[in-house]
C-alpha cells in the first residue's frame, strides 16, 4: 500500500484545480467535434434530401425539350415541287366541267 500512496502523492502534486478544469473543458470540447462529426455521417444531408423533387422534375422536363428541339431541328425537310401548281384546285375544276356538260346536255335535250 505504500507504493500506491506515494504514486498516487506523486500524480497529485503535479495537479491543481485549473489544470483540471482545462482538461475537463478539453474532453468536453473533443466530444463535442465526435458528435458533430458522429451526427453528419449518419445524417442524409447532401443524399439528396435537400432536393426540391417538383425542381429536379421542371429540369428534367426542360432537359428532355431542349432535347427534341434539337432533334426537330434535325429533321429533313422534304423538298418543294419545281413544277408550278394548278389555277384552281382539281376537284373545282372537275365540278366546273361537271356543270358545263350539263349545261350542254340540257339546251341539247330542250
Same mark, same amino acid.
Given at each position: 500500500?505504500?507504493?500506491? /500512496?506515494? /504514486?498516487?502523492?506523486?500524480?497529485?502534486?503535479?495537479?491543481?484545480?485549473?489544470?483540471?478544469?482545462?482538461?475537463?473543458?478539453?474532453?468536453?470540447? %473533443?466530444?463535442?467535434?465526435?458528435?458533430?462529426?458522429?451526427?453528419?455521417?449518419?445524417?442524409? /444531408?447532401?443524399?439528396?434530401?435537400?432536393?426540391?423533387?417538383?425542381?429536379?422534375?421542371?429540369?428534367?422536363?426542360?432537359?428532355? %425539350?431542349?432535347?427534341?428541339?434539337?432533334?426537330?431541328?434535325?429533321?429533313?425537310?422534304? @423538298?418543294?415541287?419545281?413544277? @408550278?401548281?394548278?389555277?384552281?384546285?382539281?376537284?373545282?375544276?372537275?365540278?366546273?366541267?361537271?356543270?358545263?356538260?350539263?349545261?350542254?346536255?340540257?339546251?341539247?335535250? @330542250?
Amino acid at each position: 500500500m505504500g507504493y500506491a /500512496a506515494q /504514486a498516487m502523492k506523486k500524480v497529485h502534486e503535479n495537479m491543481d484545480l485549473n489544470k483540471i478544469d482545462d482538461l475537463m473543458q478539453d474532453i468536453t470540447d %473533443q466530444q463535442n467535434v465526435a458528435q458533430e462529426i458522429s451526427e453528419a455521417i449518419s445524417s442524409r /444531408a447532401g443524399f439528396g434530401d435537400e432536393f426540391d423533387e417538383d425542381e429536379l422534375m421542371a429540369e428534367l422536363e426542360e432537359l428532355e %425539350q431542349e432535347e427534341m428541339n434539337k432533334r426537330m431541328a434535325d429533321v429533313r425537310l422534304p @423538298s418543294v415541287p419545281s413544277t @408550278s401548281l394548278p389555277s384552281r384546285p382539281a376537284s373545282t375544276r372537275k365540278r366546273v366541267e361537271d356543270e358545263e356538260d350539263m349545261k350542254h346536255l340540257a339546251s341539247w335535250a @330542250s
